[in-house]
C-alpha cells in the first residue's frame, strides 16, 4: 500500500474516499510546477514583447518624424529650386533685353555669366565715350527752330551755312555741358553774331558752341564734367528771339548737332552711319582701349585765346 495514497473529501452528501497512486501523486506535483514556470515564462515574455513592442513603437514615431521632416526640407528645396529656376529665367530674358538694347547677339551655349560680363564690358566702354563726346540735349528738348545747313538767315536776309542747330527754348533755360571738357571761350563775342558765347574743348578734336546766351556760368580754363551747368539760354547776339544756338564741331569741321542731340544708350550705334566726318573706329579704340602710358580719358589743354576760331 505504500504505492498508494487516499483522498478523503467530507462535504454535506458525506466522506468521499479517492484512492491514487503514488506516481499520479508526482505526476500532479511536476504539472504543477511546469505549469507555474510556464506560467513566469510567459509572463517574462509578454513583458519583454511587450518592450520591443514600445520600442519598436518609438522608433517608427522617429523615423515618421524623420520622414515628415525630410518631406518637408524637400519641398522647401523643390520649391527653392523654382524659384531660382524662375529667377534664371527672368534674368535670361532681361540680359536678352540689354543684349538688344545694346546692340549685341546673344550666343548659344555661353552662361548667363559670361553674357552678363562681356555686357558690362561694353556697357562701361560705350559710358566711357558718352563721357567725352558731346551727346544728348544741352536743354531740356523742346524741338528745334532751324535746322543744321544752308538757310535764308531770318535777320541778315542772306544764305548762308547755318553751323548749328537752333533749339527752342524760353528766356533764362539752364545749359548744361553734354560732355567732360575744360572751357575754351565764356564771354560776349563781337563778331559772328553769337552774341554772349561759350565755347568747350572736349577731347579728341571735339568743340562744342553754345550761342545767344543771357548768362555765363563758368570761365574760361574751368574744367566741367558732363550735365554740369554752364549757363542760361537768352536773345544776345544777332537773334530774331530766345533760343540757344547749338554747334558740335570735329577739328573745326561742323557737324550736325542734330544726330549728337539724339545720341544716348538706347540707340548708340545710329550716329556712326548718320556722320560721317568723324573716323569713329579708330576714336572708340583710342577711348576703350588707350596706350599703356596713357590715361582712359584724356582732356586737351585749355586754349586761353580771347578770340577763337569759328
Known amino acids: ?3 498508494f495514497f487516499t483522498i478523503i473529501i467530507r462535504d454535506e452528501s458525506g466522506v468521499k474516499q479517492f484512492t491514487l497512486h503514488r506516481h499520479i501523486k508526482h505526476v500532479a506535483v511536476y504539472s504543477v510546477i511546469a505549469l507555474f514556470v510556464l506560467i513566469i515564462g510567459g509572463l517574462a515574455s509578454a ?3 511587450n518592450g520591443e ?7 517608427k514615431f522617429a523615423l515618421q518624424e524623420k520622414s515628415a521632416a525630410l518631406e518637408k526640407k524637400s519641398e522647401a528645396l523643390r520649391l527653392d529650386i523654382d524659384e531660382r529656376q524662375a529667377a534664371l529665367d527672368e534674368a535670361q530674358v532681361r540680359m536678352e533685353a540689354i543684349e538688344m538694347l545694346m546692340g549685341l547677339s546673344s550666343v548659344e551655349n555661353v552662361s548667363l555669366m559670361h553674357r552678363v560680363e562681356t555686357a558690362q564690358l561694353t556697357s562701361q566702354q560705350r559710358a566711357s565715350l558718352l563721357q567725352v563726346i558731346p551727346n544728348g540735349s544741352p536743354i531740356e528738348y523742346k524741338g528745334i527752330t532751324s535746322k543744321f545747313g544752308y538757310r535764308t538767315h531770318p535777320t541778315k536776309k542772306t544764305r548762308e551755312l547755318h553751323r548749328g542747330t537752333d533749339m527752342r527754348a524760353a ?7 553734354t560732355a567732360d571738357a575744360v572751357v575754351e571761350f565764356a564771354g560776349k563775342h563781337n563778331t559772328k553774331g553769337y552774341g554772349r558765347l561759350i565755347i568747350l574743348d572736349h577731347t579728341y578734336g571735339f568743340r562744342t558752341y553754345f550761342g ?5 556760368k563758368v570761365k574760361n580754363g574751368q574744367f566741367v564734367k558732363k ?7 537768352g536773345n544776345s547776339g544777332i537773334s530774331n528771339g530766345p533760343h540757344l544756338h547749338y554747334e558740335v564741331r570735329f577739328i573745326q569741321r561742323s557737324l550736325n548737332p542734330y544726330w ?3 545720341w544716348n544708350m538706347q540707340n548708340y550705334d545710329e550716329i556712326f552711319t548718320k556722320e560721317k566726318k568723324v573716323s569713329w573706329d579708330s576714336l572708340a579704340n583710342a577711348v576703350v582701349k588707350p596706350a599703356d602710358n596713357e590715361p582712359k580719358v584724356l582732356l586737351t589743354k585749355a586754349k ?3 578770340k577763337p576760331t569759328l
Open 304 to 306: 586761353h585765346a580771347t
Open 53 to 59: 513592442v514600445n520600442t519598436l513603437t518609438k522608433k
Open 212 to 216: 545767344h546766351l543771357n548768362s555765363i
Open 47 to 49: 513583458i519583454y514583447l
Open 1 to 3: 500500500m505504500q504505492n
Open 227 to 233: 550735365g554740369e551747368l554752364i549757363g542760361y539760354t
Open 171 to 177: 528766356m533764362k533755360t539752364p545749359i548744361y555741358a
Open 260 to 262: 549728337f542731340i539724339k
